[in-house]
């Protein structure tokens, strides 16, 4: 039986070690990522790459949901079936992206607004009508010479909140993302306290806005150093600092947390993850929502052959089964190939 209340839908995504396959990649984005395996980005190579990984063994094993793009809600597989029933055959959920990206903030060079707010209700109509079970929005917060700034933070999270409300009253669970970027050369404990006060901001606006927690998912950046940073904190430190900082800053009735891999390479996405799971002592699921850090392997396997689409999958099914591993905690780098 598929869940239908938002709680039940927020539990379902992240229940048993399961977690998110972020494959919303906007129209530009995939075009970079298909530029690097020297394949073109029509319509029918975004379908046959996406539907590759739809209907991998490990979907319906290691991943509770699936967030989408636009076109792939809408697109239809080679045999007739859409999509979306791709994923919901593998007992996964399909998931939309619903912001429209980002600008600069009051004409700022280093801070971003998230856009898309503007039509949202009328959107969120259609995808649930299209059968979306979830939505996701981002906003992106820079830390640099006295910035994130107040506006910066505030704004970005009242975005949050009011999409969040948005996306309840019209069936569907919002996935909250304030990504703090880790590019950058600022310390680890610099990310601990921006990361802080951007969720506590958050967790105080869903409040006001009426938002109900337990229907509701955080995708949140992990506290570590800033990619220019000459201290690198190892992994333990990371997961420690992570679990922190979610403690003070997020309520105990969220029913999961499911963490961007934000330009970690596979294995560390993979490795912070299960040392916070082997820490334990929370309350909610901490799962992952990876992009990247779960289709790189892949895409690198497939480059573009349909000969290819066995051994991507394989890929696939690994890196999707070492993150289930990790969000229960019984992940080893024995276990790598």
């Known amino acids: 039986m598929l869940p239908t209340t938002l709680e039940e839908i927020a539990n379902y995504i992240v229940a048993d070690g399961k977690g998110i396959l972020a494959a919303d990649e906007s129209t530009g984005t995939i075009e970079k990522r298909f530029k690097s395996i020297d394949v073109e980005s ?12 739809f209907r991998a063994s490990s979907m319906s094993e290691s991943i509770g949901g699936v967030i989408l ?38 004409g700022s060079d280093t801070e971003k607004i998230t856009m ?31 910035i994130p700034s ?21 069936n569907m669970v919002p996935i909250v993302e304030p990504e703090v970027i880790m590019d950058g050369n600022h310390s680890i404990d610099q990310c601990y306290d921006v990361t802080k006060n951007v969720l506590l901001k958050l967790f105080d606006l869903l409040e006001k806005e009426g938002v109900g927690i337990k229907g509701t998912l955080l995708k949140p950046n992990m506290v570590v150093s800033g990619t220019e940073n000459k201290y690198q904190a190892p992994v333990q430190e990371v997961a420690e600092k992570t679990i922190d900082c979610l403690k003070s800053s997020i309520p105990s009735d969220l029913p999961g947390v499911v963490f961007l891999s934000g330009g970690q390479s596979d294995l560390d996405a993979t490795a912070h993850l299960d040392a916070m799971n082997k820490i334990g002592g929370f309350t909610w699921k901490l799962s992952f929502s990876y992009g990247r850090a779960l289709q790189q392997a892949a895409l690198k396997t497939w480059l573009g052959q349909d000969q290819n689409l066995s051994t991507a999958q394989d890929a696939f099914n690994h890196r999707a089964l070492m993150n289930k591993n990790a969000a229960l905690g019984v992940w080893n780098q024995s276990q790598e190939r």
């Open 42 to 53: 029509t319509e029918d190579n975004r379908r046959k790459y996406r539907e590759m990984l």
């Open 69 to 106: 793009f636009d076109e792939t809600l809408r697109q239809i597989a080679a045999d007739g079936t859409p999509l979306r029933e791709i994923i919901l055959l593998q007992k996964s959920l399909p998931g939309i992206k619903v912001d429209q990206g980002v600008q600069p903030l009051n």
């Open 116 to 146: 898309g707010l503007d039509g949202l209700d009328e959107r969120c109509k259609e995808y649930d009508s299209l059968g979306a079970k979830f939505t996701k929005w981002r906003a992106v917060i820079n830390i640099g010479d006295s």
């Open 150 to 170: 107040d506006d910066c933070v505030n704004e970005n999270m009242l975005s949050l909140a009011k999409y969040a409300s948005i996306a309840q009253n019209n």
